[in-house]
Structure formats: structure tokens, C-alpha cells
């Protein structure tokens, strides 16, 4: 499998702020990469940069084996789809879809053919002859990925382009894009906020802050083993759960409890020890007679529950911190009743107290 993109060493400033860091991205021939992060952290303004939407200030961008660092945006073979719609309202869908291939002095048949292929790929052929005016928002936004496909491009780059939609329509046409990608197989590269998105979405995840890229790996590595803290605190929902203390002798130890770390997967700087944080996520925690089971159990006491359809969070407390764990919604909880609890450290997390790079 080829490579499509390369962002080799790139640098954005904007006078004396550095906004990009030195970025490295390879992304082959076909994938789905999203890039993930929270708002300033310089996702969009990298794929703006890849569109070349924005001039960089050092190193190198190309796209299809092609030096494409200093060239104009209709010329690097790609197709863009923007947060806001930008279709003109004068026109009718067919007139939007078309725009841009007139401009390119395309024969008409031409501009038909890809014109139909893209109105069955999304299906909005009975939406031709409306005006953008009489549609709604998800078909407004088909409209303006169509625009895209039309252009017959090996990549398209995608800028939070479901962020304007309510949450049923964000979930259907988040299958669509799917589907859309799995049927076009051409390379495509997505900026969202949102980590529902990224991790159904995407091949690989490159995870973003501060105008660098904290951990570019599958969603499954990016949830089963993070690479640092940040990382590790941003994807998961409910949250993970951190625990301060000391790793040393096969074990970690706080505030009174130790957690046996046979089976963790160490990294090869991992297994010096030292001060560290111990995170497990909720999902992973059992509770009553499967916490049984597990290689480390305790007892807690309910301070809180939250109940969210099928499963209840509950908050406790566990050495002298904030501690989340999932329940099935039948079972009756309350505050200051005594819950044992139980998780295979093996599934944890340890990350260096100083830079917070994984153990």
C-alpha cells in the first residue's frame, strides 16, 4: 500500500506563536484518519495546511508521491468539505454540484456522468432541481459532500463537517460517511472534536494538542494503550480513573492498598517504577460476585449515582480519590451503600508522575 499524504517536519507560525510543531503524519493509500482534539489544539489549521489553504513557515507537505508545498488548492487533487455548507443559495443542487466542474471547461456529458454517480452514492437524485433553501440541514450537508466527490479526487479532507447537525442526524450520516468510504476507498482525512466520531470513523486516530500530535495509532490502541495521560484522559467516556502513587517491586501502592501488576504490559522504560498515576477505566471495574473474580478487588462506598439508560455511573472513593464505576440500571444503589468492587490490572494504565508518558 502506497502512501497518499506526507507531513514531513511541518511548521506553522503566526509571527512569534508557533502553532504547529514540527508535524509528522503518513497516511497510506486509502485510510480513514481523523485527526482529534479539543478546540485550538490545531487540527483544522493542519488540514488547512494540507489543502493549502494556509501558506506553512517550514518543511513539506505531498500527496500522491507529489511536492505539493507551495501549490495552489485546485491543483493538489483533493476535495474539501467545510463545517458551514457554502452552497450557493441561487442555484438549485444540480447547479451546486456543477459549479465547479463548468469552471474547468469539463464537457457536459461529463459533468452529467459524475454528477449521477454522486447523486446515487449519497442519495439526493430526487433533491437535483431543489434549491438549497427547501432542504434540511443533513441534506444540505449531503449536497456539500457531493460537491466534493464530484471533483474526482484521490483524497478529501472533511473539517468537522457534522458539528452543525442534531445528534440523530450526526449518528446516521456518520454511518453514511462510512459507508461512503467503504464503497469509494479513497483516502480520506477528517477533523472533529468529537470522539464518538473518531473512533467509529477512523482507521487511525492522530490525537492533537498544542499543535502536536500526542499519539497517532488504531482506535482500539488508542483505548487499550495509551500512550500518555492526555491521551489517555480524552478518549473513553465516562472518563478514566486516576490513582497517585508508586510503582515498585511488581506492584503499585496508595493510601494504604496494593495492586499486584502481573500481567501489565511494561514499556521497556516502564518497569524502573517510580511516583506514577494508575488508570482504569470504568467499564473495566466489576462489581459483587464478579468482582470476585478479579486479581485486585476492594470495597467502596457510594457517594453518587448517575443513572444514563442501560448502566448507572456510580462515584465512590478509592484511595482518597474520586473513583467512577458502570452497574446495570436495576441495580438499586445508594449513597453510602457498600459496593465491592474488582478490575484486572492487567486492563490498567500506568503513566510516570514527571512527563506522563505511559510505563
Request: proline share 4%; charged share 25%.
Amino acid at each position: 500500500m502506497g502512501t497518499s499524504i506526507s507531513v514531513r517536519d511541518l511548521v506553522l507560525s503566526f509571527g512569534s506563536v508557533q502553532v504547529l510543531k514540527k508535524l509528522n503524519l503518513e497516511v497510506a493509500d486509502g485510510e480513514f484518519i481523523v485527526l482529534l482534539g479539543s478546540s485550538g489544539c490545531g487540527k483544522s489549521t493542519l488540514l488547512n495546511c494540507i489543502a493549502g489553504l494556509l501558506d506553512i513557515t517550514d518543511g513539506q507537505i505531498w500527496i500522491k508521491e507529489k511536492n505539493v508545498t507551495w501549490a495552489e488548492p485546485k491543483d493538489r487533487g483533493i476535495g474539501m468539505v467545510f463545517q458551514s455548507y457554502a452552497l450557493y443559495p441561487q442555484m438549485t443542487v444540480r447547479g451546486n454540484l456543477s459549479f465547479g466542474l463548468k469552471n474547468q471547461r469539463l464537457p457536459k456529458a461529463e459533468i452529467d456522468k459524475r454528477i449521477a454517480r454522486a447523486a446515487d452514492v449519497l442519495q439526493i437524485e430526487a433533491l437535483l432541481d431543489r434549491k438549497p433553501g427547501a432542504l434540511s440541514g443533513g441534506q444540505r450537508q449531503r449536497v456539500a459532500i457531493g460537491r466534493a466527490l464530484v471533483r474526482d479526487v484521490d483524497v478529501f479532507l472533511f473539517d468537522e463537517p457534522l458539528s452543525n447537525l442534531d445528534a440523530k442526524l450526526r449518528a446516521d450520516l456518520r454511518v453514511e460517511l462510512k459507508r461512503l468510504h467503504n464503497q469509494l476507498e479513497n483516502t480520506m482525512i477528517y477533523v472533529t472534536h468529537d470522539q464518538v466520531e473518531a473512533m467509529t470513523l477512523a482507521d487511525r486516530i492522530a490525537i492533537m494538542r498544542g499543535g502536536q500530535i500526542m499519539q497517532f495509532a488504531s482506535p482500539k490502541e488508542i483505548y487499550s494503550r495509551p500512550a500518555n495521560r492526555y491521551v489517555a484522559d480524552f478518549i473513553g467516556s465516562p472518563a478514566m480513573n486516576f490513582v497517585e502513587g508508586t510503582v515498585a517491586d511488581g506492584a503499585f501502592t496508595c493510601a494504604g492498598h496494593s495492586i499486584p501488576l502481573d500481567g501489565y504490559e511494561f514499556t521497556p522504560t516502564g518497569r524502573a517504577g517510580g511516583p506514577a498515576w494508575f488508570g482504569i477505566r470504568p467499564e473495566h471495574i466489576q462489581t459483587g460476585e464478579q468482582a470476585e473474580a478479579m486479581p485486585f478487588r476492594t470495597e467502596v462506598e457510594v457517594d453518587l449515582c448517575e443513572p444514563m439508560g442501560a448502566e448507572t455511573q456510580v462515584w465512590a472513593s478509592f484511595a482518597d480519590m474520586q473513583f467512577r464505576f458502570l452497574v446495570d440500571f436495576a441495580l438499586d444503589l445508594k449513597r453510602g451503600d457498600k459496593v465491592s468492587v474488582g478490575f484486572d490490572p492487567a486492563r490498567a494504565s500506568l503513566f510516570h508522575k514527571g512527563n506522563e508518558e505511559r510505563m
